[in-house]
């Protein structure tokens, strides 16, 4: 009955206008009360976490995409797989011939054939082979590698002559199959002097 007798003002609606809410607001459905609540990711929150979930591992794919494709040889004649370097016969002894598609020179020394990578050891800059320059090693004749950077001088071994650079030119292995030159490119396999050795050359068979 207190209830009943509350008196309707500013703060009260009135018991009509209760009951017209409460008729607004109740569920049409018999029962619907006991109806589990949806969880689903349809949900705001859930769809917020499945596109941030995605992103990141998209990110992840592609990061691994990338380290892989670096790693592992795309396709025949690109950088990263073996490169047909041409005839043995087309190599005279104190030729230094570039080998774009394997960013390298392949040198013939009397001792055989070496597959120099043309990246400096210091910093990593290209290393041209200068022709005419005087050369640094025991063949008569010009010819020497220049870094243009910080000035490392390298024989047509790859030796380090003068200059910063901590050691010699790196190399690929080499292969002669059929009388053909065949460059491994691949980064893993690079062969990595820390001193000076002029027996590296693959000897022609």
């Known amino acids: 009955m207190a209830e009943d007798a509350r008196a309707e003002g500013l703060f009260y609606p009135g018991r009509e206008a209760v009951q017209e809410i409460e008729r607004r607001t109740a569920s049409p459905h018999p029962g619907a009360e006991s109806l589990p609540r949806s969880r689903g990711w349809f949900t705001r929150r859930g769809v917020l976490r499945w596109a941030g979930w995605g992103t990141i591992m998209l990110l992840l794919g592609q990061s ?4 892989l494709s670096f790693f592992w040889p795309r396709k025949v004649g690109a950088f990263g797989s073996q ?3 041409g005839n043995v016969a087309d190599f005279q002894v104190g030729d230094v011939k570039v080998v774009q598609e394997a960013k390298c020179y392949v ?4 001792e055989g054939l070496l597959a120099l ?3 400096c050891p210091h910093l990593g800059c290209t290393v041209p ?6 050369t640094m090693d025991q063949l008569a004749g010009k010819g020497r590698f220049n870094c243009p950077c910080h000035g490392s001088i390298y024989d047509r071994y790859g030796l380090i002559v003068a200059g910063p650079a901590p050691r010699p030119m790196d190399t690929f292995p080499l292969e002669i199959r059929d009388g053909r030159v065949f460059v491994n490119t ?5 062969q990595i002097r820390s001193v000076n050795d002029y027996k590296d050359a693959v000897t022609p068979v």
């Open 117 to 119: 990578w043309w990246k």
């Open 107 to 110: 040198s013939r020394v009397p």
């Open 64 to 67: 691994s995409v990338g380290f």
């Open 83 to 85: 490169i047909n370097a």
């Open 129 to 134: 082979w200068k022709p005419d320059d005087p």
């Open 186 to 190: 691949n980064p893993t396999s690079v």
